[in-house]
Nanobody
Framework: QVQLVESGGGLVQAGDSLTLSCAAS????????MGWFRQTPGKEREFVAG????????NYADAVKGRFAISRDNSNSIVYLQMNSLKPEDTAAYYC???????????????????WGQGTQVTVSS
């Protein structure tokens, strides 16, 4: 059973940087697309960034393009989300997800992903 554990969230000020980590275990996770999503109370979970199995293709939501960077270390089964120039509107619970499919794609919809972490809270104060 695949398990995903996020870490690195916290309280920061606007303009600060933060790096989230997602440690994967329980299977050949390095062969699948990974994604980061975020959610605030009362809103749908939204796509933030995704990366294919070998890291050669990434995709970002327009709201974070140019500020966030996703990367992966397959030797250690970790996916990172580097977040720069944080804004108060980036405040959310951030979730790591794995898509268990051999089709090389980076879906935007949460229901395209099969495994989820428990989330880590990011709060950006103004």
């Amino acid at each position: 059973q695949v398990q995903l554990v996020e870490s690195g969230g916290g309280l920061v000020q606007a303009g600060d940087s933060l790096t989230l980590s997602c440690a994967a275990s329980g299977g050949p996770t390095s062969t699948y697309t990974m994604g980061w999503f975020r959610q605030t109370p009362g809103k749908e979970r939204e796509f933030v960034a995704g990366i294919i199995w070998n890291g050669e293709r990434t995709n970002y939501a327009d709201a974070v393009k140019g500020r966030f960077a996703i990367s992966r270390d397959n030797s250690n089964s970790i996916v990172y989300l580097q977040m720069n120039s944080l804004k108060p509107e980036d405040t959310a619970a951030y979730y790591c997800a794995l898509r268990r499919s051999l089709v090389v794609a980076i879906p935007f919809m949460p229901n395209e992903y099969d495994y989820w972490g428990q989330g880590t809270q990011v709060t950006v104060s103004s």
